[in-house]
């Protein structure tokens, strides 16, 4: 592009335009907004975004397998959409160093399957994550959004708006977000499992018009039921806390008992070692059979013949 100084919005989407060199807008300093959408890139070189002033970029449609590595040259970016991509993991290293993001869409993705711990944990201003419509996402890491605000009473926890619905999610744990700090929060439309693990969703504060499509995929019988209006006795966790009781018992007899039998084990060759020592025989003692004995010797003949008789 030749220079355009006060160009500040570029939208070049939906054409066929697959490779991109770095240079291309090198010149465009007041660029905020880019849409590079269904361009049949595959691949973007590094700096290709080092403009200073880009806020807002769309590279939805694509054919990315993994977030470009090349968009930590926008170091300014506040919005990013790379939705219907065939990418199949999000993991921390996705959106890396993108700290000023506050939105990201990630929606229609086909082969979305699931979302590794720390992902979203770069993101310090992040008020608004789109992850939905994605028809295999089922895994989302109970760390997707780092363990910070878990640690700190009060961190710094900014996300306002999260939408998860019409994706392929069977269980969400309560200690992935904090749940009250969230203004919006979509679940409709996943195959939720109505059992112990997803009982929070009961009681969590959502909005009314997000409660109609919230349903059970399992068990079998209640599936389409509203998980709010589900039998009670389908959350119950007594049943998981006696599991989880009985387990660590049976681990720490386990324990005791092999420690015991090293322990005993211990002192049976320890005392078997002393008793060899004492014979002589074992232990790392010298073999007697080879020591030479020394007699001292007499000069006076007369003291060697009464040692004689």
């Given at each position: 592009f030749h220079p355009l100084p006060s160009l500040q919005k570029l939208r070049i989407g939906h054409n066929p335009l697959r490779y991109m060199d770095k240079t291309w807008f090198a010149k465009l300093h007041k660029l905020?907004?880019?849409?590079?959408?269904?361009?049949?890139?595959?691949?973007?070189?590094?700096?290709?975004?080092?403009?200073?002033?880009?806020?807002?970029?769309?590279?939805?449609?694509?054919?990315?397998?993994?977030?470009?590595?090349?968009?930590?040259?926008?170091?300014?970016?506040n919005s990013l959409d790379i939705s219907d991509n065939p990418i199949g993991l999000l993991t921390v290293a996705s959106f890396f160093k993108l700290k000023e993001l506050e939105e990201i869409y990630v929606r229609n993705m086909a082969d979305l399957e699931s979302v590794e711990s720390d992902t979203f944990a770069s993101q310090e201003n992040l008020r608004a994550l789109h992850l939905h419509n994605?028809?295999?996402?089922?895994?989302?890491?109970?760390?997707?959004?780092?363990?910070?605000?878990?640690?700190?009473?009060?961190?710094?926890?900014?996300?306002?708006q999260l939408h998860l619905q019409d994706n392929a999610m069977e269980f969400l744990l309560e200690d992935t977000a904090p749940w009250e700090k969230i203004e919006v929060l979509d679940l409709q439309g996943n195959p939720w499992a109505c059992e112990c693990t997803n009982a929070w969703m009961r009681t969590v504060d959502l909005r009314q018009e997000l409660?109609?499509?919230?349903?059970?995929?399992?068990?079998?019988?209640?599936?389409?039921?509203?998980?709010?209006d589900a039998p009670e006795e389908l959350f119950e966790c007594h049943h998981v806390e006696e599991d989880m009781d009985e387990y660590p018992r049976e681990n720490v007899h386990a324990a005791v008992l092999s420690l015991l039998i090293v322990a005993v084990l211990g002192m049976a060759i320890v005392l078997l070692c002393v008793i060899r020592r004492r014979q002589g025989r074992f232990c790392g003692r010298p073999n007697r059979n080879g020591s030479v004995y020394y007699v001292k010797a007499h000069t006076n003949p007369m003291d060697a013949a009464d040692n004689h008789f």
């Amino acid at each position: 592009f030749h220079p355009l100084p006060s160009l500040q919005k570029l939208r070049i989407g939906h054409n066929p335009l697959r490779y991109m060199d770095k240079t291309w807008f090198a010149k465009l300093h007041k660029l905020h907004f880019l849409d590079m959408s269904a361009v049949g890139a595959h691949f973007l070189p590094e700096d290709i975004f080092h403009m200073t002033d880009l806020t807002q970029l769309i590279l939805a449609g694509n054919d990315f397998d993994e977030v470009p590595s090349a968009l930590r040259s926008a170091e300014r970016l506040n919005s990013l959409d790379i939705s219907d991509n065939p990418i199949g993991l999000l993991t921390v290293a996705s959106f890396f160093k993108l700290k000023e993001l506050e939105e990201i869409y990630v929606r229609n993705m086909a082969d979305l399957e699931s979302v590794e711990s720390d992902t979203f944990a770069s993101q310090e201003n992040l008020r608004a994550l789109h992850l939905h419509n994605n028809p295999k996402l089922k895994e989302f890491d109970v760390d997707a959004f780092g363990i910070f605000w878990k640690l700190v009473k009060d961190g710094n926890w900014t996300l306002r708006q999260l939408h998860l619905q019409d994706n392929a999610m069977e269980f969400l744990l309560e200690d992935t977000a904090p749940w009250e700090k969230i203004e919006v929060l979509d679940l409709q439309g996943n195959p939720w499992a109505c059992e112990c693990t997803n009982a929070w969703m009961r009681t969590v504060d959502l909005r009314q018009e997000l409660t109609a499509r919230l349903r059970c995929g399992s068990p079998a019988k209640y599936e389409e039921t509203s998980l709010r209006d589900a039998p009670e006795e389908l959350f119950e966790c007594h049943h998981v806390e006696e599991d989880m009781d009985e387990y660590p018992r049976e681990n720490v007899h386990a324990a005791v008992l092999s420690l015991l039998i090293v322990a005993v084990l211990g002192m049976a060759i320890v005392l078997l070692c002393v008793i060899r020592r004492r014979q002589g025989r074992f232990c790392g003692r010298p073999n007697r059979n080879g020591s030479v004995y020394y007699v001292k010797a007499h000069t006076n003949p007369m003291d060697a013949a009464d040692n004689h008789f």
